[in-house]
């Protein structure tokens, strides 16, 4: 079964992005441009030590976004496990 007749089926609409259009895709563009702050293009994601990148996780999680209403990733997170949103 395809993705589009899943989504069909499920009810759902199912969008994807064209290559090469980051326009497509705000949240994760923006994302990256975080990351980015912290490792630079072209270098090696693995000569960063685990400790480093989990504080880069951390740091990003707790950071409030403007698409969750200013609230942070990890808040928006919990408040979803909860039940109450």
Do not use: C, V
Request: glycine letters at 10%; charged letters at 25%; hydrophobic letters at 35%.
């Amino acid at each position: 079964m395809n993705l589009d007749a899943l989504g069909q089926k499920e009810g759902i609409f199912i969008y994807f992005s064209h290559p090469f259009a980051s326009n497509e895709r705000g949240s994760n563009e923006r994302q990256n441009g975080i990351i980015r702050r912290f490792i630079r293009k072209g270098e090696a994601i693995h000569s960063y030590t685990d400790e480093k990148l989990h504080e880069l996780e951390a740091w990003m999680n707790g950071l409030p976004r403007k698409i969750l209403g200013y609230e942070t990733p990890d808040d928006s997170f919990a408040r979803a496990l909860s039940g109450a949103g």
